[in-house]
């Protein structure tokens, strides 16, 4: 009989499938673009998106917004497993300075809190790779997060935009390739599928949503599929610079990277908040000594 509970709790303790993953994402289809393996591979998962896919600066708004996550409802039952899904719906595109430096830093701290309360036993991000402002405005946010926290499962990110070269990483910062098996691939190519509105091209129409033709489904994967998928454990990252050699890859946003670094320069009072204050009440106490 003790041999039996051994077993079961080694079982319990060892099986993957018992262990509960989230991934961060700016978009409700990119945890599927950079990091299918990952929704494959596990059963507890947790996706958090930061936008409602519907930018405001294309005249969008939550007609669009609810479509997209019809669609990426539609994609995630296709792993036949519950995912839990939850959005905190800033706007799409360059949320960050909707947001600003204090409602960055406030984000920080929620989902640092996340992470606190759940620690799970991997969490996955975007890549900073400087392909899309809102992925790597979303990396930023988590990468400190989870520096506030007090979970010590690993942080990975998943590449989107580099694998394509738009930009070369710089040399330190390789990536571990996964090559996705035959299912795996069939799994991510009908999942993309399901996201008809995010055909760029114009080959898709309503009629799609009922019957998906053959060239909305290949415009479609030609602008997001890709085979294999890149992971690697975060990196500590200068995000007042580019990711990439010689800035070949910098955002062009207004005041992108001044609005991380001072956001991370809060993050830092903050972490040494304990520290200052102590020095703010030795300096009192020994000024009214002295007086």
Known sequence: ???????????????????????????????IIGATSVLSHNDNITI????DGAPSEYGLGENESLIRAGEEERALNLLNKTVSVVNYGFDDLSFYDDLGV???????????D???????????????????????TVNFIVANAYRLSNCSSPLYEFVEYNYQGFGMPLPHYYFNRVNLTLEEVLLKREMLSKFVSQD????????????????????????????????????????????CINYSCKLEYPNFYETLLLTKFL??????????????????????FRK
């Open 48 to 51: 958090i998106v930061f936008t």
């Open 114 to 136: 996340y992470i606190s309360n759940n620690c799970p036993t991997n969490l996955y991000v975007h890549a900073y790779e400087a392909g899309h402002v809102d992925h790597d």
């Open 200 to 243: 760029v091209k114009g080959n898709c129409t309503i009629a799609d949503y009922d019957s998906l033709s053959v060239k909305c489904r290949d415009s479609i994967l030609y602008t997001y599929y890709f085979q294999d998928e890149y992971f690697k454990p975060i990196s500590d990252y200068n995000y007042f610079l580019s990711p």
């Open 1 to 31: 009989m003790k041999r039996v509970i051994l077993l079961i709790f080694l079982i319990l303790l060892f099986c993957p499938c018992f262990g509960a993953v989230t991934l961060f994402v700016a978009h409700s289809d990119d945890e």
């Open 267 to 288: 993050v830092d009072v903050y972490v040494i908040r304990f520290v200052l204050i102590t020095i703010i009440l030795l300096c009192i106490v020994l000024y009214k």
């Open 102 to 112: 204090f409602g960055i830093f406030n984000m920080i701290m929620n989902v640092s």
